[in-house]
Every structure is written in structure tokens, then in C-alpha cells.
T-cell receptor, first 113, second 113 residues
Framework: GENVEQHPSTLSVQEGDSAVIKCTYS??????FPWYKQELGKRPQLIID?????GEKKDQRIAVTLNKTAKHFSLHITETQPEDSAVYFC????????????FGTGTRLKVLA | DADVTQTPRNRITKTGKRIMLECSQT?????MYWYRQDPGLGLRLIYY???????NKGEISDGYSVSRQAQAKFSLSLESAIPNQTALYFC????????????FGPGTRLTVL
């Protein structure tokens, strides 16, 4: 069935270092890959997304890369700051007859000052 | 601002009770979703709806039912609540376009004793 695996489940980095979170999806028909940030007690909010016809996308300190052949996509955060501390979720949108989203299990990022 | 709202925000109930969680949106989106969030398990899809007459089961629909009363309203019911339905529940909407971004409500924290 459709599945998205996300690693690591927790990640601690020093302020100013980079953080990388990786996801693997199973359904080759997936064509849209969003990343959400969820702060404590808040709702998930989209921070960046990428479509299947693009290999990389950047937005200031955040970038996402996609390898369709390997069915991998990754979130890269550079120059991390304490306010980057949150839970991050990847997702893949399945398009085979439906438009539902399969989420990864989340990564808790802690940026140590 | 157009938004997604959920009521109640918190609910404590007892085993066997019937519970309804409500979701309303002013974004004008046709697509609406109900997710359940448990620690370490990410966001799991319960039900989704692409219009008033289109309701679909997600990966964990057992023990839940939904009603799409109007384009803007999508309710989730637990007919006979059980303790393992204790979780954080999110409603979300999305546009039927290539962007695919989902917008989440603030969540309902449900505790079943």
C-alpha cells in the first residue's frame, strides 16, 4: 500500500548548523511533496513543497530535493535558529484516482543555542 | 482572513459516548479531510471528501463516520468512543489545483476515559 517513511524521528543540532530530514515514498504515481512544520500546540503549516517535475527548490534557508528514480525527497535547513525547533512532516500526494496525502511519521528537530 | 475552524477545541468524554467533531471553512475549497495525530505516528487519514456527494474512507476509518453537510462543513463522529481514540484530530482543506497545499484547522484534542 501507499507509505511514506521519514527519518530521523528526532534530530538535535547546534544553532547555525544544518539539518537534513529524509523521506521515502512508495507510490510512483505521487506527484506533489509538501513539507509541514508543526510548532508545539499549533496546527501544521506548509513551509515548502516540490512537484515531481522539479529536482530542487529553495526558499531562503530551506531547500527540498527530489529524486524520483529512488523515490526519495529531503528537507534541508541551513543556518538553523532556535525558532526552527518544531516537528516536521513530509507528505506525498497520491494521484491514482484520488488526491489524498500520505504523511511521514514526523521528525522532532531541536536547535540547541 | 479565510480560515479553517474546528469545534470543540478540547473534549473529554467517557467510553461508549457518541461524539461529534465539527469543521468549518471559509476558504471556498471543495476538498476536506479528517486526520488523526498520535505521537510517533504522524498524521493518519480518517476520511476525505471532494464535494458534498463524495465521501471516501482513509486508512483508519473503522469506528468513525463523517457527514458533509455543505461545501463548508465536514463533521467527524465517533459513534461509541473508546479509549484508543484518544488523540489530536485535525481537519484540513485543499484546492483542486496543481498547488495542492493543505490548510489545517487548529485541532481538537479528544480524551476518551
Amino acid at each position: 500500500g501507499e507509505n511514506v517513511e521519514q527519518h530521523p524521528s528526532t534530530l538535535s543540532v547546534q544553532e547555525g548548523d544544518s539539518a537534513v530530514i529524509k523521506c521515502t515514498y512508495s507510490d510512483s504515481a505521487s506527484n506533489y511533496f509538501p513539507w509541514y512544520k508543526q510548532e508545539l500546540g499549533k496546527r501544521p503549516q506548509l513551509i515548502i513543497d516540490i512537484r515531481s517535475n522539479v529536482g530542487e527548490k529553495k526558499d531562503q534557508r530551506i531547500a527540498v530535493t527530489l529524486n524520483k528514480t529512488a523515490k526519495h525527497f529531503s528537507l534541508h535547513i541551513t543556518e538553523t535558529q532556535p525558532e526552527d525547533s518544531a516537528v516536521y512532516f513530509c507528505a506525498a500526494r497520491v494521484t491514482s484516482g484520488t488526491y489524498k496525502y500520505i504523511f511521514g511519521t514526523g521528525t522532532r528537530l531541536k536547535v540547541l543555542a | 482572513d479565510a480560515d479553517v475552524t474546528q469545534t470543540p477545541r478540547n473534549r473529554i468524554t467517557k467510553t461508549g459516548k457518541r461524539i461529534m467533531l465539527e469543521c468549518s471553512q471559509t476558504k471556498g475549497h471543495d476538498r476536506m479531510y479528517w486526520y488523526r495525530q498520535d505521537p510517533g505516528l504522524g498524521l493518519r487519514l480518517i476520511y476525505y471528501s471532494f464535494d458534498v456527494k463524495d465521501i471516501n474512507k482513509g486508512e483508519i476509518s473503522d469506528g468513525y463516520s463523517v457527514s458533509r453537510q455543505a461545501q463548508a462543513k465536514f463533521s467527524l463522529s465517533l459513534e461509541s468512543a473508546i479509549p484508543n481514540q484518544t488523540a489530536l484530530y485535525f481537519c484540513a482543506t485543499s484546492e483542486p489545483t496543481r498547488t495542492g497545499e493543505q490548510f489545517f484547522g487548529p485541532g481538537t484534542r479528544l480524551t476518551v476515559l
